[in-house]
């Protein structure tokens, strides 16, 4: 369970997290949605103790992630930022190995080696594996690097904007695996998500978060409607159900 | 590929052969490149002159073998110091000469010429070790402080900063007229090398052995700092420790042999290109060719004005710049 309390986090003055307590649901996907500059991705970061926070703090299962030894904390969270040039050149499999690290400590074992496989099976890229980095698209590196949080195999895993420079087919191909990766594995995965549609469809929950503030914690079904979108957004957004499923419609 | 047709095997049979073909072949080659600098110099030596002449075996064990020693250890660790900077700094471009390393530890060096005259080698060894320490952490310093967008900026920088270091500390061996004492530092020449004169080289051997078995975590610290982070991993005490790591090198290398240039520049950037930046993937084959590569140089210069020794300073200078200026023309021609 990740508890918040009394976060806050300026930068020169500004606030850009101010969240007095929140609970973040427990399993599935999360996402967190709001305009920019609202804070997502700085939450993110505190969560997962690449920022400090100006005050209050992030609890996992009750205890401090400031209090966490590295190599402990990096075994039950794992997170992607949302910048990954590399100027390393590495192949997939090898970046994929990376994500086993905080287990054992580069020495993997079979164990390791099976983990390292089934993440490149997940996003398949197991007949890619061999190749490197630099000479692979946009799309598959960014499903190589999702890869290494999978073999990290922690609890909780945190993707900052993960759909970015990828096309739809792959966009959907990535939610749907978070999505199952969720269910089936019983993960907490946290994503900051900016098409709507997909929040629609393949998050459990959602925050909505507007200027440094937690606006409303609800179910997904709950947290797509016109009132709320227009109010983070503050421009007009139409929410329709066909077929049993939600749409948004953002292009005025 | 005939052997695959009569014998079934699996995929990871079939690489285990060509890993110890490839491991054959480049033992070998580095062998004879060994032998060769053991028997070539001012005076031949052959397997009849090692039978009859006692002189043949003075020679070789005073002067060859700690030669030829010194060379596999210098060029081993200055490959490798290059390719762990790279990775450190997360630039193709830089190695201890281009961030100031080098130029720092010869000013530790000239300070203990200057202030303690009669400290022992090994003394000297850790003054210069100091010296590159603190100005390879003032460039770390420097590279984080300033973003720079360009990947041509840190190496200029490092060579803009060196320039600097390396100003004042002609000026000071100019005043104090340890001009010649300088030059022999900054140029690295192996002629020098005999029986009792080499040995902290040892040193730098072993330190290097500490960097290959860090070697997961600077690839990891070459990732960024957040994803390195991420993975339970303290960037900065990663960069504490490399810069130890290559400072204590450096200070052995120009101490006993003088810097060697371009090698741990153009190295790593060959290996990378074949086998990437995996450092326990790659740092086998960029010891190998750091050693081939020193030793070639060498035994040429050895061989051109025979019997006058060409530092390899100048052959490895000239070869590796041609071969610099080849990379950066395929990359930036593309």
Known sequence: ???????????????????????????????????????????????????????????????????????????????????????????VADLVAFGRFPHCNGRPTDRDRAKVSEALELVRMTELKDRFLDELSGGQRQRAFIAMVLAQDTEYALFDEPLNSLDISHAVAVMRLLHSVARTMGKTIVVVLHDLNFVARYADHVIAMKAGRVVETAPASHAIREDLLKQLYDTDVAVSTRDGRTFVDVYG | MRLRAHIPMTNGAQSDLRHLRNALICGFVLAVLSVASLLVGATGIGLVSLMSDPNAWDILLISRVPRTAALIIAGTSSAIMGAIVQRLVSNRFVEPSTMGTIDCASFGLLLGLLFAPNAAPMGRMLIAAAGAWIGTAFFMILLRTVPLKSPLMPPLLGIAFGGVIGAMTSFIAYRFDLMQSLSAWSTADFSVVLKERYELLYIAAAVTGLGWLLADRFTLAGLGDNVARGLGLNPLAVLAIGITIVAGVSGAIVVTVGFIPFLGLVVPNLIARWRGDNLRRSLPLVAWLGAALTLLCDIFGRLVFHPYDLPIGVTMGVLGAVIFLGMILRKFGR
């Open chain 1, 1 to 91: 369970m990740i508890e918040i309390e009394n976060l806050r986090k300026s930068y020169a003055g500004l606030p850009v997290v101010d969240i007095p307590a929140l609970t973040m649901p427990q399993g599935g996907v999360t996402a967190i949605i709001g305009p920019n500059g609202a804070g997502k991705s700085t939450l993110l970061s505190l969560i997962g103790r690449l920022e400090t926070p100006g005050g209050g703090g992030v609890f996992l299962d009750g205890e401090n992630v400031r209090s966490f030894r590295s190599t402990d904390l990096a075994k039950r969270l794992a997170m992607l930022k949302q910048d990954n040039s590399l100027t390393a050149r590495l192949t």
